[in-house]
């Protein structure tokens, strides 16, 4: 497991933004690209990956990574939605989306669908609350959420699955 | 006419980009901040009477004095734009929408403080908006606005754009800086302040994102002039973000002597509450701050209007009044459930709790459990006494404000709506099927229907 080139470049150029010696700054950026760029978790061989490009102890990164809720620590579904759930998504209707999606892909909170499609994972407040409800899912927000729109969301995404 | 000194330029076709954002006056601030001497920019900031937009409203210009300057070491500006605080998306507006502003903003305030490497701390779920600022970052460079000698004044300056990775607790000044050390977010004990020892043990400032913006009008139109703007010392003006039960949840600038009761009725502003519904209650300044019952929500106890300011929304202290924080403005009406609402607030400041203070690891997940309970019809008589003796230990005895910020909704929930509680206590079944209404709290305001 090794970064591409064109990654490494990346990392380099996060690096250089710190002071001489303070390159354990670079750590939260660099889980980000792993994760993006190994599959959408933290295994741990990829953790070790990370510690060595930084020169700091294993135990930093897992330490770090446990911290944080956007690192998963075990496998997750090709696309991962996460319902905001906090209270002024509450106020608009988010119960009752978190129950459609539930009832829809048959999982629940946390779990992901037999074909590893979709994982479901509520989220707290995510800086949205006036376009409640929300998800995020992948680097986007998906706002104002309907019944109706989380169903052509989710067939949207099954059939960019598919090709 | 309400003043806008942020939002301004926001409608503009194109003025996220830079050859926009000059034509229309963008970087005369810099212009003339440049020439001035950093000491001087720090007194016209004192003199505007800005406070911190983050939600302590601690007045900006005070805070940049205590910076240490020991010589040879560095100092460093940071930018708190983790913006995770339930209720509040308005820095995300400001960054999404008019991100030269915020460059703009930074660039004065890192030669103000000397800082030469300054940092964006940005909350890791805004994913797409890096690659705005970075842009808006590249743009200002290219222009001679960044980079080495800035306009022949040989001050150097960078801004790099950090993501964070999923945690509230780094909204807090120094576990956003432990966090930007590549640490767990766990809040230093203090003093030593970040003035003295911030990020990487060298002097720091960290402001909001909003804070940061309006050093720009301030040096436009000089520190006095924005100080005469607004009411006694709340200057300025305010974003707030809208949301819940309304017409038109969103982000506003208002002005500090806009009412209440204007603010959430105006059609300029929330319109109204959706189907002619009645107003129960308001949290105006974000997730941590007292909820208010309507009654108390466009009145002061003292019988005088409520406005959106800090003093006005204040008045009463928690007894009767809460406070304008973030400006995060969460509206509900007369169908939502107040414990249930609370509840779901336990809930997240148990999750979003460093662990570090007992009081605050342990209290947040007990008050989670008593409120389950009374919400889903199991709980006692007792649990509501608990529940407030459980809330004033962990106030005042953590490391960081957020045990502040997990009790003070508690106690003002029960403080007001201790009906309510009780009402799902002898109802364990009703309670299941309906919500309680609003009772004698009810909305002043006619019923529209
Ligand atoms: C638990 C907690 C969360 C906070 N979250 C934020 C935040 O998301 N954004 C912010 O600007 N300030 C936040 N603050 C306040 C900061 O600690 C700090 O006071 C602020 O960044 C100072 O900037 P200002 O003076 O410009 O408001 C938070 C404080 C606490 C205790
Ligand atoms: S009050 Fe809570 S969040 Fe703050 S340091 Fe203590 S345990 Fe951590
Ligand atoms: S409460 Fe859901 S985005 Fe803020």
Redesign the pocket.
Known sequence: MKFSQEKLNKVNEIIARYPEGKQKSALIPLLHIAQEEFGGWLDVPVMDYVAELLHINPIEVYEVATFYTMFNMKPVGKYVLEVCQTGPCMLRGSDQIIDHIKNKLGIQAGETTPDGLFTLKPAECLGACGYAPMMQLGKFFKENLTIEKVDALIEDLKAAAKN | MAVKLLLDKAHIEGIRYYDTWRKNGGYTAVEKALKMTPDEIVEEVKKSGLRGRGGAGFPTGMKWSFLAKPEGVPRHLVCNADESEPGTFKDRYLMEFIPHLLIEGLIISSFALGSSATYIYIRGEYAWIPDILEEAIAEAKANGWLGKNILGTGFDCEIYVQRGGGAY?CG?ET?LIESLEGKRG??RLKPPFPAVQGLWMRPTVVNNVETLAAVVPIINMGGEEYGKIGVGRSTGTKLISACGNINKPGVYEINFDLSVEEFIYSDEYCGGIPNGKRLKACIPGGSSVPIVPANLLFKTAKGETRYMNYESLSDGGFATGTMLGSGGFIVLDEDQCVVRHTMSLAHFYNH??????????EG?GWMYKILKNIEYGKGKMSDIDLLWDIQRR?EGN???????A?AWPVAAAIRHFRDEFEWHVLNPEESQTRNYGIAHYADPREVVA
């Open positions: 607790i807090e576990a766990n809040p979003e709790s460093c662990g570090q203070c007992s009081p605050c690891r947040t962990i953590t490391i960081c404000p957020l045990g502040d997990a």
